[in-house]
């Protein structure tokens, strides 16, 4: 018998990025291919890259440096680059760099058995040119009944893909739809990401993403359902709601509020203990999401707001809408229902026009709005964008003492925040158990990777309620202590043989 061939998948970037990676992951499995850990294991090394900001470039590449440094010594014989900077940039990026022996667009993820294939035999699979998307049908993994048909208002009929093996491996998600994509989970979290949809159809004018993505189509709830049913039935307790902008879910699809009626059916998909949305847009918050939001069990009181900035003049050459008033309004709102509510956002300081009048109304509206997580980014000009062409441009010394100015406030304020949650009740997720940190997890208003976490202490905890806290419970906890944005936290008595919490909508009111 021949060897199977090996493969690893390296991914940077946002959480859909780590979907696009286990779509990949499931297809290949599908087709004889051996998943590994490491590059150094595999004979190709496939590295999904980021191409959204300058730094996150600069990462990609040095991964793929990286992988093909394994060339010269290890099992690897291949180094491939998909991900939105392969798609970005194509053509140009395989010239700039030689050492990926290939370079791979969307379009190619439906054949990427046969394009590893051909790559790892020595062929050439050409780099594609770069082509706006938005002027393109949507991608897969956005699924539509019939969709190997041309939509409305879009260009060519979308690409077939493979069918489905009669047999699939353990572990591969089946096919949900016609084009529903295969799906095979690269860890063991008890955390996952949904896609609900794909591209955007914001106009922002320092983001390239719609250019790359392509125009914003929803998924079929059916098939968010079944995925989710599927990555419960893989041990996962929270899925996380991914997209461009999932407050736009539904609207090509003729209701733009089926969030509102998707939201409860996942949350009673059983084994699915939490259900997290991202990527909010303030202006298009509605009454009725932030009623479901805040006041459905198993659903999490957590706002990830796209709010960039607060001052009216550089939010509208952002080509963006609101205030720094209005915003503090909606978080009133929110508060209203959820005191307890989660609240994050980023923030661009250096805008091309920014004033030192803008800055510090954000820094007004920081003061004022109590988030629990921020994130605050230099501005940097991203080609494609209008905001590229901008005059004005801020001297990047400027730019440079914005940032850390923004950044340390960031802090205070989180700070501040989490040290007001002390003498809370919350309920953990724990996602790892060691000998040094011991247990540690996320309450409801705290997401993955980008927010702060919840560490419990144990000392003085009765026996039966250290068994409950492994990998994928939930248990309840009263906050005792903070450091930075984190949490510290005592494990309650009561919390029963699971250790999961008897109420899914616990801290949905506080």
Known sequence: MPERRTVALVTLGCARNEVDSEELAGRL????????????????????????????????????LEANDLKDHGRTQAVVAV??????????????????????????????SDRLGTI???GVHAPHTPRDRRKLLPLSPVERQGADVALPGHGDAAPALPEEPEELPDGVAPASGPRAPLRRRLGSSPVASVKLASGCDRRCSFCAIPTFRGSFVSRRPSDVLAETRWLAGQGVSEVMLVSENNTSYGKDLGDIRLLETLLPELAAVDGIERVRVSY????????????????????????????????????????????????????????????LAGVRSNFIVGFPGETEADVAEL?????????????????????????????????????????????????????????????????????????IEGPVGRAAHQAPET???????TGGSAPELLDGLVVGRMVEAKVVASEGVDLIAEPLAGVGATGRSTDKGREATG
């Open 29 to 64: 499995a599908a087709d004889g291919w051996d998943l590994v850990e490491e590059a150094a294991e595999a004979d190709v090394a496939v590295v999904n890259t980021c191409g959204f900001v300058e730094a996150a470039k600069k990462d990609s590449v040095d991964a793929l």
């Open 83 to 112: 991900g939105c900077m392969a798609e970005r940039y194509g053509k140009e990026l395989a010239e700039a760099l030689p050492e990926a022996d290939g370079v791979l667009g969307f379009d190619d993820y439906a054949d990427i």
């Open 120 to 122: 790892l035999g020595g």
């Open 280 to 339: 909010l847009q303030p202006a298009e918050m509605r009454p009725g999401l932030i009623d479901v939001l805040t006041g459905t069990p198993g659903v999490m009181p957590y706002f990830d707001l796209s709010f960039q900035h607060s001052a009216p003049g550089v939010l509208r050459a952002m080509r963006r809408f609101g205030d720094t008033d209005r915003f503090l309004e909606l978080l009133a709102t929110i508060r209203g229902k959820a005191p």
């Open 363 to 435: 820094e007004r509206f920081l003061g004022e709005a109590g988030l629990d997580a921020i994130g605050v980014f230099g501005y940097s000009d991203e080609d494609g964008t209008e905001a590229f062409g901008y005059s004005e441009k801020v001297a990047q010394e400027a730019v440079d003492a914005r940032l850390a100015r923004l950044a340390r406030l960031a802090e205070e304020l989180t700070a501040q925040r989490a040290e007001e949650r002390v003498g809370e009740t919350v309920t953990v997720l724990v996602e790892s158990v060691d000998d």
């Open 451 to 457: 927010d702060g976490v919840v560490r419990l202490e």
